[in-house]
Nanobody, 125 residues
Framework: QVQLTESGGGSVQAGGTLRLSCASS????????MYWFRQLPGKGREAVAI???????LYAPFVEGRFTVSQDNAKNSWTLEMNTLKPGDTALYYC???????????????????WGPGTQVTVSS
């Protein structure tokens, strides 16, 4: 069974930067798509960013160029660098992954099978 573990969450002031990492028990080249999701207080989960096996990336509109997703196959991990953070980015952030290539068609709407437990990000004004 695949295990994903997030790290790097914490508290930061508005305008600050955080770098989240996701460590995978499975070799990352086996994933078709690797994700970052978040869940705002009292809301459902929403996709933040995707990086696919072919290296292409996709971001939610609210990212507005502030976040960058990348992968490190040597470390079986992927990261989300978040710059210019806003209080509205306060959420529980999850990494997730899919082995199935139909995730390519699903884009930000696809629900992957494997999830980490989440890491809290809190942005204060």
């Amino acid at each position: 069974q695949v295990q994903l573990t997030e790290s790097g969450g914490g508290s930061v002031q508005a305008g600050g930067t955080l770098r989240l990492s996701c460590a995978s028990s499975q070799s990352t080249p086996l994933y078709a798509c690797m994700y970052w999701f978040r869940q705002l207080p009292g809301k459902g989960r929403e996709a933040v960013a995707i990086i696919r096996r072919d290296g292409t990336t996709l971001y939610a509109p609210f990212v507005e160029g502030r976040f960058t997703v990348s992968q490190d196959n040597a470390k079986n991990s992927w990261t989300l660098e978040m710059n210019t953070l806003k209080p509205g980015d306060t959420a529980l952030y999850y990494c997730a992954a899919s082995n199935l290539e139909n995730c390519y068609k699903g884009g930000l709407d696809y629900i992957p099978a494997s999830w980490g437990p989440g890491t809290q990000v809190t942005v204060s004004s």
